[in-house]
């Protein structure tokens, strides 16, 4: 596609609740990023996948956060158990490699734990 | 393991003025350095990236800046600020010749006044 592409762009959810964030990358991106940005805060590092397998997950917060990627391109960010911590923008980034490659970032998930 | 430090989570300049944001990195091997712009309610654009073949690197919108290994720091600088430049900036670093995330700064808030 032309870009990044996330959905849903918001979602409200009781705490509780499960719910699955998606992230469409760019055709042809083989890293994809998962960030999340509270307020007032920096993007925090969640995890990120070199085609389907994920190097590095240490930034997951708990084992309530877990991520997959399918086909080397469509990546969903599933939050169990939802809490109002979690309320945050999930950002979510592809790059055609790790490394130098530059990230286009998608506009963000924004998700409200009530 | 890598990490930036922007100093000045907020900062104010006038119309016209030299914006200067400061971003300073602390990697174990050469790093690459990026700055990204995040305008309001959209994700975060690349404005440039140093890969070690110049130390002064220019970007879009007149943005540039400098890689200074001596005093571990890659500051972004404008000569003349414009309004449409009020967004928050961010400073990354990710470890070359490694698979590695990209890890950000908490960011500088710019505002730009008349």
């Known amino acids: 596609g032309a870009g990044v592409s996330q959905s849903p762009s918001n979602k409200v959810t009781e705490k509780g609740k499960d719910v699955e964030l998606r992230c469409d990358p760019i055709?042809?991106?083989?890293?994809l990023y998962w960030y999340r940005q509270s307020l007032g805060q920096g993007l925090e590092f969640l995890i990120y996948?070199?085609?389907?397998?994920?190097?590095?997950k240490s930034g997951l917060p708990s084992d309530r956060f877990s991520a997959e990627r399918t086909g080397g391109s469509v990546s969903t960010l599933t939050i169990q158990r939802t809490q109002q911590e979690d309320s945050a923008v999930y950002l979510c980034?592809?790059?055609?490699?790790?490394?130098?490659?530059?990230?286009?970032f998608g506009n963000g998930t924004r998700l409200t734990v009530t | 393991a890598q990490s930036v430090t922007q100093l000045g989570s907020h900062v104010s300049v006038s119309e016209g003025a030299l914006v200067l944001l400061r971003c300073n990195y602390s990697s174990s091997v050469p790093p690459y350095l990026f700055w990204y712009v995040q305008y309001p309610n959209q994700g975060l654009q690349l404005l440039l990236k140093y890969t070690s073949a110049a130390t002064l690197v220019k970007g879009i919108n007149g943005f540039e800046a400098e890689f200074k290994k001596s005093e571990t720091s890659f500051h972004l600088t404008k000569p003349s600020a414009h309004m449409s430049d009020a967004a928050e900036y961010f400073c990354?670093?990710?470890?070359?010749?490694?698979?590695?995330?990209?890890?950000f700064g908490t960011g500088t808030r710019l505002q730009v006044t008349l």
């Open positions: 996948f070199q085609g389907n397998s994920a190097p590095d």
């Open positions: 990354a670093v990710t470890l070359t010749g490694t698979a590695s995330k990209l890890t």
């Open positions: 055709s042809g991106h083989t890293a």
């Open positions: 980034a592809s790059s055609l490699e790790w490394g130098n490659s530059p990230l286009h």
